[in-house]
């Protein structure tokens, strides 16, 4: 992750965790929903902003939000591996996993250059090669 990237993330999840801890849940939300914009297509970050948002549903007892979110953790595995996310998705159980959506101007001027079908071909040929890799190691 680069460092401006990094540093606007881990902004968004202080401003978030803070807003959890004095139970405003709904400013919490926005500011995951902004942190997942910037960490969707780094496995560690993704994890994290969707594990706070199922602690947001769960202390809102939202049954949605916590269906949604315990779905999203299982996919963010997929979605790593293959590198394909909805670009600008913020990650809600409100919206669809797999629709992309409008950037806030802030936070695209950070992801500028990001370019997913990039990170989709260099993690499927990265896999392919592994995948090789392992093959020959047991055909030996």
């Known amino acids: 992750m680069k460092a401006t990237i990094r540093s606007a993330f881990d902004q968004e ?16 939300f926005k500011l995951l929903e902004r942190a997942h914009i910037l960490g969707q297509r780094y496995f560690i970050a993704h994890l994290i902003t969707h594990w706070w948002m199922l ?9 949605r939000e916590i269906r949604g979110q315990v779905l999203r953790l299982i996919a963010v595995i ?4 293959l590198g394909w996310v909805p670009r600008g998705n913020t990650g809600g159980a409100n919206v669809s996993a797999l629709k992309p959506m409008p950037i806030p101007d802030d936070l695209a001027a950070l992801l500028k250059g990001n370019n997913v079908w ?13 995948g090789t890799i392992a093959c020959i190691g047991v055909l030996k």
Do not use: C, E, T
């Open 55 to 63: 602690k947001v549903g769960i202390r809102k007892m939202d049954w």
């Open 78 to 81: 997929p979605a790593y591996l």
């Open 13 to 28: 999840m202080s401003l978030a965790k803070d807003a959890y801890n004095r139970r405003q849940l709904d400013d919490s």
């Open 118 to 130: 990039v990170d989709m071909f260099m993690r499927v040929i990265s896999w392919s090669f592994i």
